[in-house]
């Protein structure tokens, strides 16, 4: 059983920056895959980058070279630095995990995964 916290969200206007965290609790950290979705009103939920246990990272097209995705196996902690945000980042922001690997080179669609955090929100205002 895992326990996904996350916090870090906010309201920051076009062009700044975001980092939020997700904490991880339960079984071996290391073993997981692990992200972030994120979800806008009126969208379904779309991936944004992935972490596989071997610490390779995926990343959804419209966020590569301005989202990083990083892990602190000792603080059992993944992050995700968001830079250049642009008012279409707006959405609420799921820290995922799940035992299944997820180095396939693309970010799997939200039923790979089978732990959610409860989201928190980041508002990009023009």
């Known amino acids: 059983q895992v326990q996904l916290v996350e916090s870090g969200g906010g309201s920051v206007k076009a062009g700044g920056s975001l980092r939020l965290s997700c904490a991880a609790y339960?079984?071996?950290?290391?073993?997981?895959?692990m992200g972030w979705f994120r979800q806008a009103p009126g969208n379904e939920r779309e991936g944004v980058a992935v972490?596989?246990?071997?610490?390779?990272?995926t990343y959804e097209d419209s966020v590569k070279g301005r989202f990083t995705a990083s892990q602190d196996n000792a603080k059992h902690t993944l992050y995700l630095q968001m830079n250049s945000l642009k008012p279409e980042d707006t959405a609420m922001y799921y820290c995922?995990?799940?035992?299944?690997?997820?180095?396939?080179?693309?970010?799997?669609?939200?039923?790979?995964?089978?732990?959610w955090g409860q989201g928190t929100q980041v508002t990009v205002s023009s």
């Open positions: 972490i596989d246990g071997d610490g390779s990272t």
């Open positions: 995922v995990a799940d035992y299944k690997s997820c180095s396939g080179g693309y970010v799997p669609g939200a039923d790979h995964f089978g732990y």
């Open positions: 339960g079984d071996p950290y290391s073993s997981y895959c």
